[in-house]
T-cell receptor
Framework: RKEVEQDPGPFNVPEGATVAFNCTYS??????FFWYRQDCRKEPKLLMS???SGNEDGRFTAQLNRASQYISLLIRDSKLSDSATYLC????????????FGKGTHLIIQP | EPEVTQTPSHQVTQMGQEVILRCVPI?????FYWYRQILGQKVEFLVS????????KSEIFDDQFSVERPDGSNFTLKIRSTKLEDSAMYFC????????????FGPGTRLTVL
């Protein structure tokens, strides 16, 4: 079983629509959770951390369900500039461990 | 805004040659990392470095790889004898805290092994 699983898409969504991505992780010892964004041939960029209580940053809302080992990202009022690959990322422990990445979900916002 | 920088942006080398990829992490960060991404694949962790020593390494990071922080600013990844399958984008990252919090990535070095 893959450590972090995501639907690769692509998700083709009209501008202004709401879109949701999900991800599951296999390691119950995972402690920190993130969504990163990656544009084509660029570095991953931190979009937001994910907390059990749910957190929101503008048009973006992230949610964590530890019992189900499930993470979600909701994008409201999508913009053309939201087109990118969204990476679900987990960190195993609180030390200097590296991050474990999902393969990403490709989002295309259409005008 | 401070950023992680990497040089070169693109490195082409012959199989069996040694390469050194260079990174300058964000100045007040304490944790440094190398990741790689083979074209079309996911980002994979290679190694983390803290307090002048390796903290963790993945199974990808075998004896052909080494890291060094030769001075107060640079962080390097050396591949001793490159293989075709080492062709990938190599990302350096740094963070000020443990646990993956606030980790920032450099723009990457695209390594092509011929």
């Amino acid at each position: 079983r893959k450590e972090v699983e995501q639907d690769p898409g692509p998700f083709n969504v009209p501008e202004g629509a709401t879109v949701a991505f999900n991800c599951t992780y296999s390691n119950s010892a995972s402690q920190s959770f993130f969504w990163y964004r990656q544009d084509c041939r660029k570095e991953p960029k931190l979009l937001m951390s994910v907390y059990s209580s749910g957190n929101e940053d503008g048009r973006f809302t992230a949610q964590l369900n530890r019992a189900s080992q499930y993470i979600s990202l909701l994008i409201r009022d999508s913009k053309l500039s939201d087109s990118a690959t969204y990476l679900c990322v987990v960190a195993r422990r609180g030390g200097a461990d590296g991050l474990t990445f999902g393969k990403g979900t490709h989002l295309i916002i259409q005008p | 805004e401070p950023e992680v920088t990497q040089t070169p942006s693109h490195q082409v080398t012959q199989m069996g040659q040694e390469v050194i990829l260079r990174c300058v992490p964000i100045s007040n960060h304490l944790y440094f990392y190398w990741y790689r991404q083979i074209l079309g694949q996911k980002v994979e962790f290679l190694v983390s470095f803290y307090n002048n020593e390796i903290s963790e390494k993945s199974e990808i990071f075998d004896d052909q790889f080494s890291v060094e922080r030769p001075d107060g600013s640079n962080f390097t990844l050396k591949i001793r004898s490159t293989k075709l399958e080492d062709s990938a984008m190599y990302f350096c990252a740094s963070s000020e805290a443990a646990g993956g919090l606030r980790m920032f990535f450099g723009p990457g070095t695209r390594l092509t092994v011929l």
